[in-house]
RNA sequence: GCCCCGAUAGCCCAAUGGCAGAGGCAGACGACUUAAAAUCGUCACAGUGUCGGUUCGAGUCCGACUCGGGGCACCA
């Protein structure tokens, strides 16, 4: 036995035994420990891990341990979110295989993981790019076309033209591509949705069940997303138009202000009411609208832009009080929320009112407050009383939403009605690596689902394909591929050529891991009963609302169709932050990447994982530049030796042993596991290195190496450390003479009779500044206390001349004399 | 512009309303050593961003502000 701690050494040393042994097996059909289900997001397998990974893996296995040696039957799985755009880019690059460029990273980060110590269960491993994963996509996807919440329609949705694709609402960041930040612009297109709007009020309420549980700062990210607003849906008539516009608004309350409409230049309902226009403004309007869609959403949303417009020559008629109000045009109003109009009230809507100053249009204060909107500029939307209102002058505000309700629902020229921010979720995408949309386009037959009998549709070979991004998706090239016999009448047909956003991929594989490789079922019902959901989830913040929003709408989905029976994915969350170096995010640009695998080499796995839980909060961002692995390094050889310093028997009765030291190692096993729990794996690993400075303490200078409470102390020690430092754990649980693994070793009960002190000190404060401490029995009375406190020189010192107010008595630990 | 989070020693960070320090880094000193490294030990250093309030007592609660970080921002 080496008496050196080494770290190559050790490494090499337990890898094969942990293979053997499979710790983290959780299949085991008779393991009657409780269930913990902890999940780590699964990474995009874009080259080997990186910093980032290494510190959401060190935490996320942190907790999975802790709930092991606690007793735990913890499932912790990994699998690859294998489809996606990274692989055809390297593809069309560099003439690669998009399959084998992926299969070929997944490989080295599966490697870099198991070197990692990550305790995952290797035998639930799963990758979206295989067949036997994305069929069930597909399976999903025509239960979702039979419920109606897969459909298709055609309207300008957002394209990258860098990418060559469509993008959901949720990938266009301040109006760039997420991915490539290129400017995203409009195209109208025919693509595929999931009805996600459906769900918006479930998405929006269960937040609530949430709180406490998931971050704060998630938790308002995702309420603002889906952004609920009440109000109603108003009729106006409009003059040579058969049917009224309905538009919506949250404040009914103004109906009698609003003294202008305003129609969505790009919407379907402008190009109408143009139509019928008279020619010159006709024309204006064509200009108008070709200007619109040139603007990218950056200039369209930058707030203090200038308002322009167009006045139709047309009008609408208020349905309170049958005012004519003149019907404009303009790109403020968005064609794709709400109705696409709106009755612009601009006392009350800063848009509005900009307008209206810029058009020269007429402002009507109908909701008295302080301010006049006419004066300042700034339209006032507070409480007030109803003027110029009709029947609703005199009420407040509240009282007149509800009442204009009632008069507009009673006259049918209105409905109560809510809106939302969210829109349908878009997942088409027309690019060659991901999951073939399983529908079939038949010139009789229309829209054919592919028989669930046929499932997989496989995804073909990419060899003779062009991937080259054109707009249009690879696959439609694949002739042999693309056509097929109509399922329903055997006519020539097409398939479908799109492939789902890899978002879909990731929105339901927790209950893939229940049973990763089943041909039979998605996941199985009675698995999903006992393990699901997910107890821990751990990832960074950037999925906060893309992944998981939609995690959780494909879970409320699957509850509706019986197959779970819970609403919410992931009970509790854990957001990590990012790993900087001098402060910034590590990027090969800037010059101040850090390669994981060379701090690896340098110094070893432990220290690693040690330095990214002990560097601060899980959620704080950690500058590499702050932090000092080498300090870890130092302290694990530490912990080390004390374990080898350890001299009595591994069967000696650790009652016997010295009482001082036990009390240290149970104070330490109930601290540690209120930090683990509570996230605070940096104050647990304090509390680790303070248990290894009292043993350190008692070897040398208190009852010796031989005492059997230092052994106790050691072998929690071991344990403890194994949530950190795998490696270093192992070792000292084999030179403490026991088996592996120490993984799953179990932490001692807390012995509480040895926490219970008999004496404590107890300070005494003067007007709250401390004057004098002294021993006292645990169980002293208050008035003992005072006594002793008042009897005390150094306060009788501090009193002085003055009088004494007030005594606080709080035995045993304190005494405040507050005087006059 | 609105909302949220943070600010404690030279640095990273702890502290159920009750002694500002758990732990670490960097620093000083000592032991061991021919010496150094490693190791072991000892020590020093802040009154908690600013102002005000509540309280017997505030880093902790409340209000305003400064700085830093994040989110939202023509969604009617």
Not at 85 to 91: F, I, K, R, T, V
Request: glycine fraction near 6%; proline fraction near 5%; charged fraction near 25%.
């Amino acid at each position: 036995m080496s008496t050196e701690y080494e770290i190559s050494r050790i490494q090499e040393r337990w890898l094969p035994i942990w293979d053997k042994l499979k710790p983290f097996d959780s299949s085991r059909e008779d393991d009657d420990r409780p269930k913990k289900y902890i999940l780590d997001m699964f990474p995009y397998p874009s080259g080997d891990l990186h910093m980032g990974h290494a510190e959401a893996y060190a935490l996320g296995d942190v907790v999975a341990r802790y709930w092991m040696q606690r007793g735990y039957n913890v499932m912790h799985p990994i699998g690859w979110d294998a489809f996606g755009l990274p692989a055809e880019n390297a593809a069309i690059k560099r003439g690669l295989d998009p399959r084998a460029w992926t299969y070929e990273n997944i490989d080295q980060q599966k490697s870099s993981m198991r070197r990692y110590a990550c305790s995952f269960d290797w035998d639930r491993v799963l990758q979206t790019c295989d067949p036997i994963y994305y069929r069930w996509n597909q399976w999903l996807f025509l239960q979702f076309y039979e419920r109606g919440l897969a459909y298709r329609k055609n309207s300008n949705v957002n394209w990258c033209p860098s990418c060559q694709t469509v993008l959901a609402n949720e990938q266009v960041v301040q109006g760039l591509c997420e991915r490539c930040d290129s400017q995203v612009t409009k195209k109208a297109l025919t693509q595929w949705y999931f009805k996600v709007t459906d769900y918006a009020d479930r998405l929006l309420d269960d937040l609530d069940t949430l709180e406490g549980a998931w971050p704060s700062k998630v938790l308002t990210m995702q309420r603002n997303w889906i952004g609920r607003s009440i109000g109603a849906n108003v009729d106006f008539e409009i003059e040579g138009r058969e049917q009224p516009v309905s538009v919506f608004t949250t404040r009914p309350d103004t109906l009698y202000g609003a003294t202008f409409m305003v129609v969505a230049v790009d919407s379907e309902l402008a190009r109408e009411l143009a139509d019928a226009a008279p020619t010159d403004v006709k024309a204006a309007f064509e200009d108008y609208l070709d200007a619109t869609k040139q603007a990218n959403d950056i200039e369209r949303l930058a707030t203090d832009r200038e308002k322009t417009g167009l006045f139709l020559e047309r009008y609408a008629s208020n349905p309170l009080n049958g005012e004519r109000i003149p019907i404009w045009v303009s790109d403020y109003v968005l064609a794709d929320y709400g109705t696409g109009a709106i009755m612009a009230v601009p006392a009350h809507d800063q848009r509005d009112l900009d307008f209206a100053n810029a058009m020269k249009l007429p402002v009507r204060v109908v909701v008295q407050t302080d301010e006049d909107p006419i004066e300042t500029g700034i339209a006032t939307t507070g409480d007030g009383v109803l003027i110029n209102s009709g029947e609703l002058n005199g009420l407040g505000k509240a009282e007149a939403i509800e009442k204009a309700i009632e008069i507009l629902e009673d006259r049918k020229t209105g409905i109560r009605s809510k809106n939302f921010r969210l829109r349908d979720w878009l997942i088409s995408r027309q690019r060659y690596w991901g999951t073939p949309i399983p529908i079939i386009h038949c010139e009789k037959c229309g829209e054919v689902p592919v028989p669930l009998d046929q499932l997989p549709v496989e995804l073909p070979d990419s060899s003779g394909l062009d991937l080259q991004p054109k707009g249009t998706s690879p696959l439609g090239a694949a002739s042999d591929w693309v056509n097929v016999a109509c399922p329903k009448c055997s006519g020539p047909a097409r398939r479908d050529s799109d492939t789902m956003d890899t978002f879909v991929d990731s929105s339901w594989y927790f209950l893939r891991f229940l049973d990763p490789n089943s041909e039979e079922v998605a996941f199985d019902v009675e698995k999903a009963k006992s393990w699901a959901p997910v107890d821990q989830y751990v990832g960074g913040v950037t999925h906060a609302i893309l992944h998981l929003l939609y995690a959780r709408f494909f879970t409320k989905v699957l509850h509706d169709m019986k197959l779970i029976d819970f609403e919410e994915p992931f009970t509790r969350l854990l957001n990590q932050g990012m790993v900087l170096m001098n402060g910034a995010a590590m990027s090969k640009s800037r010059g101040n990447l850090v390669r994981l695998s060379e701090q690896l080499d340098e110094h070893g796995v432990d220290a690693i994982r040690l330095t990214m839980s002990f560097a601060g909060p899980p959620e704080d961002d950690i500058d590499w530049a702050d932090v000092s692995p080498a300090a870890a390094s130092k302290f694990l050889a530490r912990a080390w030796r004390v374990a080898n310093d350890v001299k009595s028997a591994k069967e000696v009765d650790p009652t016997t042993g010295d009482a001082e030291m036990r009390k240290h190692t149970h104070q330490f096993l109930k601290s540690f596991g209120e930090a683990i729990e509570g996230f605070k794996f940096n104050v647990g690993v304090a509390k680790v290195m303070e248990l290894t400075n009292a043993l350190r303490k008692a070897i040398d200078t208190g009852p010796g190496a031989a005492d059997p409470a230092v052994r106790e102390g050691a072998e929690e020690l071991a344990k403890a450390l194994s949530l950190y430092a795998p490696y270093a754990a192992e070792e000292m649980w084999s030179v403490l003479g026991h088996e592996p693994s120490v993984a799953l070793a179990g932490f001692r009960a807390v012995d509480e009779t040895l926490l219970v002190q008999s004496e404590m000190v107890a300070v005494v404060q003067v007007n709250g500044k401390l004057r004098d401490k002294f021993s006292v029995p645990v169980d002293i009375s208050e008035d003992e206390l005072r006594e002793l406190a008042l009897a005390s020189e150094q306060v009788q010192k501090a009193i002085g001349s003055s009088e004494i107010k007030n005594v606080i008595v709080r035995a045993p630990k304190l005494v405040n004399i507050a005087t006059g």
